[in-house]
């Protein structure tokens, strides 16, 4: 069962979530470039008090190279290869919260480990608020520089109907992180209370 949160209409402060649930898989973020996985990832594994991972991260320092070298270096598959290997460790090894790579939901064989062994989260962000996020910025590789949109489009069409099968979706504002944060574990709140109810009052957070 999915759970979505798509219909809210951000305030200037929603009140804090009074929730007490432990997660009982791995939390696996996706969602686009600039949806903000790490960093509503980081802040979600502070306030559940669980280890986090960027799972791109992880796949550079196990490879050597940057994200955007590898298929050149070691041949083409290989991103997609590394990528699955390195998540298959890291929901493997304990609970904690990952943020993934843009395209990594978007392979059949990694979205399906994704699917079986953690929770996954989306968040869903529109076209202006993806744009807002990355037009211009260095550091996107996946991205080039003005064709943002364009690229971002494309990636919407293709990648968002894939998304669709999350377990659980936030829709994303230009709001403060901390406020997405929120919603997100109400709407984990809900989802869990759903699919795990032994896990759903066992950890204040």
């Keep these: ?6 219909s809210f209409v951000p305030p200037s402060r929603p009140a804090s979530p009074i929730v007490s649930f432990m ?5 696996v973020i996706v969602g686009l470039v600039g949806c903000g996985k790490t ?33 050149s270096l070691f041949g083409e598959g290989a991103m997609q290869a590394g990528e699955y290997r390195v998540l298959s460790r890291l929901i493997g090894q304990q609970v904690q919260v990952v943020a993934t790579g843009c ?29 807002m996020r990355v037009t211009g910025r260095k550091g996107r590789p996946i991205l080039e520089i003005g ?39 109400i709407a984990m709140s809900e989802f869990i209370k759903q699919q795990y109810p032994d896990y759903h009052v066992l950890k204040s957070v």
Excluded: H
């Design 1 to 6: 069962m999915n759970i979505r949160s798509e």
């Design 23 to 27: 997660p009982p898989k791995p939390i």
């Design 39 to 71: 960093s509503i990832g980081k802040r979600l594994a502070r306030r559940f008090d669980l280890p986090f991972c960027d799972s791109d991260q992880e796949v550079e320092a196990a490879a050597g190279c940057a994200i955007n070298d590898i298929d």
């Design 103 to 131: 395209m990594s939901f978007s392979y059949d064989k990694t979205r399906e480990l994704i699917k079986e062994n953690a929770i996954s989260v989306w968040l869903n962000a529109d076209l202006p608020t993806l744009l």
């Design 147 to 185: 064709r943002e949109e364009e690229i971002l489009t494309e990636m919407m069409n293709a990648q968002y109907p894939l998304f669709e099968e999350a377990d659980v979706c936030v829709q994303t504002y230009d709001e403060p992180a901390n406020i997405t944060v929120d919603r997100v574990i």
